[in-house]
């Protein structure tokens, strides 16, 4: 505590006291189970497995802290994902065909919903954030968004396409810290002016240091997987530093890595096996 206080001392000197409360140690507990995806949202932790199969993660709904009691396996035969983004009340997926899709009827008591509703817009990936910001990646890389904060699950609502940019994106995440995606040469962009998850898309991309492949975004934080592996979290993303404060390297090995509040964050490493990391 007493050097929590002395950082900020020190830091007050540059600007304000706004670091994570995050610890830079991490306890990783392993869930039985394979999957290649997994995300994190309000209404609970979902993923996919190597047979492109849905899972939902029992007793996480709202609750995404703990480990959960048993995986349900959501819509089969028809559920055939290659990705997904758990929101609150709704997941976004992507179809085999390459389609967006969305999962209706999520609530507390049937929390692994009812039914995919299918668009016709393709995505490379898609991200909800926990009050409904709706963001993808088209199929040239293009960053694409709905506005505002008005998507449950529904085919209404215009897309727009950010032109202005020639970033080739791959993957892309949305919550309280705001827009950020990497692109096909692992580089690192956020929006500055998208934080709070207020619906605003904030101004043009802006490179933030590092190297990643895949990324998540926390409350204060933004977490991500390099080519190696290596499990990185930016920390200090607030309104004063959208862009973050610095990158800590944390214990263990993921290759996909997603958080939306809390210190913690759940992932999936090389073997498919399946961790919740707190810190
Ligand atoms: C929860 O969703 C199901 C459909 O999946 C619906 O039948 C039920 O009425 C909903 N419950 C509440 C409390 O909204
Ligand atoms: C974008 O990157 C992907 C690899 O993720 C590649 O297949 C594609 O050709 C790239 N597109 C452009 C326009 O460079």
Redesign the pocket.
């Known amino acids: 505590m007493l050097i929590i206080i002395f950082a900020c001392l020190l830091l007050a000197a540059v600007g304000p006291c706004d670091a994570t409360s995050c610890s830079a140690t991490t306890s990783w507990q392993q869930t039985e189970g394979a999957l290649v995806k997994v995300s994190v949202g309000p209404a609970g932790v979902w993923g996919v497995n190597v047979d492109n199969q849905i899972w939902y993660r029992d007793d996480t709904y709202g609750t995404a802290t703990n480990l959960g009691s048993d995986w349900t396996q959501v819509d089969e035969p028809r559920g055939s994902l290659m990705d997904l983004d758990v929101g609150d009340d709704v997941v976004w997926g992507i179809t085999l065909k390459g389609k967006l899709t969305c999962r209706k009827g999520i609530n507390e008591t049937t929390p692994q919903g009812e039914k995919w509703k299918i668009l016709k817009n393709k995505a490379?990936d898609v991200a909800i954030s926990p009050k409904g910001q709706l963001v993808a990646i088209n199929e040239?890389?293009q960053f694409v968004y709905r506005e505002g904060l008005s998507s449950k699950c529904t085919r209404k609502g215009k897309w727009f396409t950010d032109t202005d940019s020639s970033l080739?994106?791959?993957q892309i995440s949305v919550g309280e810290a705001g827009i950020w995606a990497v692109?096909?040469d692992e580089k690192i962009y956020h929006r500055p002016g998208s934080m709070g998850d207020t619906g605003n898309i904030g101004t043009e991309w802006e490179q933030v240091s590092g190297a990643l492949v895949t990324l998540g975004v926390g409350k204060d934080f933004v977490i991500g997987a390099n080519n190696a592996d290596q499990i990185w979290r930016r920390d200090g993303v607030a309104s004063s530093t959208s862009g973050g404060t610095g990158w800590v390297l944390l214990t263990g090995a993921l290759k996909v890595v997603d958080a939306y509040n809390g210190c913690y964050a759940w992932g999936v490493n090389r073997e498919q096996d399946i961790w919740l990391g707190t810190f």
């Open positions: 490379k040239l890389g080739n994106l791959t692109a096909a």
